[in-house]
């Protein structure tokens, strides 16, 4: 059966960046990061979540960090330069990416903003990010993903 196609999977289709797909049932309520990695079979130290911060200024970043890991506020402030960031409330996730919680795609969100990788990412060569719904993931190259978000690799987990 044929997934239907996310805005993230059109970015980098049209793009022509190779990716997998992977996916998983969410009817339990468990996409947690490593429940999920667990039901896809993976290594949580390669699948990656999509957090997404709004500093003091209101200006919104993103970053892309492990699933057993947390974001270290203070060192995400510090890379943005603002005075603190904080996650985006549940609810306001989708009007700014276009993503639900649970299923935010790091790639092809309504506006881009800056965006960061943790440093662990540049020690392997694949890691596995939401799709862009829940349900769905898709994997590929860190390089890759680091192209298509501009994104910056930095050390912001604690």
């Given at each position: 059966m044929a997934t239907?196609?996310?805005?993230?999977m059109r970015v980098l289709d049209k793009k022509m960046i190779p990716y997998n797909v992977f996916t998983y049932d969410s009817q339990d309520g468990r996409i947690d990061g490593i429940s999920?990695?667990?039901k896809i079979g993976k290594d949580p130290q390669l699948v990656y979540?999509?957090?997404v911060t709004q500093g003091k200024s209101g200006n919104v970043y993103v970053f892309v960090i492990p699933v057993e890991s947390e974001l270290d506020l203070k060192k995400a402030a510090k890379i943005t330069g603002e005075?603190?960031?904080a996650l985006v409330s549940p609810k306001d996730i989708q009007k700014?990416?276009?993503y639900v919680r649970g299923g935010c795609s790091p790639i092809g969100m309504i506006k881009h903003y800056p965006t960061f990788i943790d440093s662990s990412a540049s020690q392997v060569d694949h890691i596995i990010v939401s799709g862009g719904?829940?349900?769905l993931l898709i994997e590929l190259?860190?390089?890759d993903l680091q192209s298509i978000t501009e994104a910056t690799f930095h050390e912001v987990v604690k």
């Open positions: 239907e196609k996310t805005n993230a999920v990695a667990q979540k999509t957090l005075k603190n960031v700014l990416t276009g719904k829940i349900g190259s860190v390089e």
